[in-house]
């Protein structure tokens, strides 16, 4: 494996190779999750790959999901099983496989209030013990992801505190995974990638797209590079038809809120309740990293033109309160919010109805211009979509690449979970880098004020920084603080920290 650092000296050197030699076996346009791995897959598998991303890696929907790593129980109760199947057996390798650095197990907690009856609660019994097969029939065990089973009053309000005593029957409790975070799961599949020979060049719009190629403009230098491909993936995801006009999109806006942990103190599982006259739809309070919990999501069309960063629509933040506070003793107010994020899935219009009744399932469609175009889906299913679309590549035009790889590829940080314990650096540290933890300590070599924290309530340091910058790519400081780490999310945070962030891109 070649060196896995991506910065900005590596950026411009490839750029320039490219210049000089335009040949490449795949061209992938697009940087989030889908794209990542596309590269991935496709270096993995011996062949050339140029990844040119407009903007930053995870930019668009891949940095604003709920960073879950869905079991499909959702899809089952909508009948899709094979889409459940497939959900639940992505989650076992990226818990088990490629990233248990970046994943841990999660409790999910329904709490039986009144609001929630004898017949609606056995349904959701049910809905967990399908999920209990369908978890066993995707080869992972209990000791990763422990059974489903319905708990005491006690037991769950010492899972979560803020909920409602009065009619309180106990809850139901199941176990799902959870992402340390969506976007640096993207930069580390772009880094292995990397490690495996692709060309990760961000900044770079991929302009006059077609089946052999494209012109990568690069935004900060200026000057423009024809691409000579044998095959051209489009993974742009709810842009997809600016590449592929042939494409029906009908992006849907998922939104968050995000509150402090102190709003809902000593919550311990992801509080799961329902939305009040609705069967499968669910509201979440989901413990998060540096004393945040988000609270989602909702699915609303977003009609007209795509915007480059989706915002929540007021009665989208209503509606989460109100779903929320239904299960709690101290209502959550409007103040409480700290910020919100929305993301846009990728989802292909087939059908009347609502978004919400759309097919999570990706499409793999090659175009009349040659371009092979990877939409629909979700994060969690991300590797195999990858895998499909490069398979179609391969066969569409001939490449002699090798077989898929990437079910038993780790990523860069990536170790069993006993090594990863051993491992000596500050466990929120290990948790967001693993292995690579102690590389990352040394970034403060020399400067004592590396290690400490750069905004108040949260373990980001200089240091962290200073690896993103060195090793991932970071190129200016939204890319530290929207992306690398997240604490552009929360206004203030991100006004903490900015100084420390223009240091670290001067040191870099």
């Known amino acids: 494996m070649r060196e896995t650092?991506?910065?900005?000296a590596r950026r411009n050197r490839e750029l320039s190779e490219l210049a000089e030699d335009d040949r490449v076996d795949l061209l992938v346009i697009g940087g989030g999750v889908t794209g990542a791995g596309v590269a991935l897959d496709a270096a993995s598998r011996g062949l050339s790959v140029v990844l040119a991303e407009k903007h930053d890696l995870a930019f668009g929907t891949s940095r604003w999901s709920s960073k879950l790593v869905h079991g499909g129980l959702r899809y089952l109760a909508s009948g899709h099983v094979g889409l459940a199947h497939e959900s639940a057996v992505e989650r076992g390798i990226l818990l088990r496989r490629t990233a248990p650095h970046l994943t841990r197990p999660l409790p999910q907690l329904v709490p039986l209030l009144p609001e929630t009856d004898t017949p609606r609660a056995a349904l959701v019994r049910a809905g967990f013990l399908a999920g209990d097969v369908l978890r066993l029939a995707a080869g992972t065990g209990s000791t990763c992801l422990p059974r489903s089973r319905r708990i005491g009053t006690v037991e769950t309000l010492r899972m979560a505190p803020p909920v409602r005593h009065e009619g309180l029957r106990g809850g139901l409790l199941a176990w799902d995974g959870q992402l340390v975070d969506d976007a640096r799961l993207v930069t580390a599949i772009a880094r292995t990638a990397a490690g495996h020979g692709a060309r990760v060049l961000t900044r770079c719009a991929a302009e006059r797209v077609h089946g052999r190629g494209a012109v990568l403009h690069d935004r900060l230098g200026g000057q423009s590079v024809p691409v000579r491909a044998r095959a051209v993936v489009n993974a742009t995801g709810v842009w997809?038809?600016?590449i592929a006009p042939e494409l029906t999109l009908r992006p849907s806006r998922g939104t968050h809120l995000v509150v402090s942990a102190?709003?809902?103190?000593?919550?311990?599982?992801?509080?799961?309740?329902?939305?009040?006259?609705?069967?499968?739809?669910?509201v979440f309070a989901l413990p998060a990293d540096n004393g945040r919990i988000h609270i989602g999501l909702t699915d609303e069309e977003e009609p007209g033109s795509v915007p480059d960063v989706p915002e929540a629509a007021a009665h989208e933040v209503d509606f989460l309160l109100e779903t929320i506070n239904t299960a709690l003793t101290e209502p959550l107010r409007a103040a409480d919010v700290l910020a919100t994020y929305s993301g846009l899935r990728p989802l292909l219009s087939g059908r009347d109805g609502s978004s919400a009744d759309l097919s999570r399932d990706?499409?793999?469609?090659?175009?009349?211009?040659?371009?092979?175009?990877?939409?629909?889906g979700k994060l969690t299913t991300y590797r195999r979509m990858a895998e499909d679309a490069v398979d179609e590549a391969v066969r569409a035009?001939?490449?002699?690449a090798g077989p898929c790889r990437t079910a038993r590829l780790p990523l860069v940080g990536a170790a069993d979970r006993a090594r990863l314990s051993r491992v000596n650096a500050p466990r929120g540290l290990v948790a967001r880098h693993g292995t690579e933890a102690p590389l990352v300590l040394d970034q403060a070599a020399?400067?004592?004020e590396g290690t400490e924290p750069v905004a108040e309530g949260t373990d980001v340091t200089l240091a962290e920084l200073l690896f993103a910058v060195r090793h991932e790519g970071a190129l200016d400081t939204d890319d530290l603080l929207d992306r690398r780490t997240r604490l552009g999310v929360v206004a203030r945070d991100r006004e903490a920290a900015l100084p420390a962030a223009r240091e670290a891109l001067r040191r870099g």
């Open 446 to 448: 020399g400067a004592p």
């Open 262 to 282: 102190d709003s809902l103190p000593g919550l311990d599982a992801a509080l799961t309740v329902p939305v009040p006259g609705t069967t499968n739809r669910f």
């Open 5 to 8: 650092s991506l910065n900005a």
């Open 362 to 376: 990706h499409a793999v469609l090659t175009g009349q211009n040659g371009v092979v175009s990877v939409v629909g």
């Open 397 to 400: 035009s001939g490449l002699d």
């Open 240 to 242: 997809a038809d600016e």
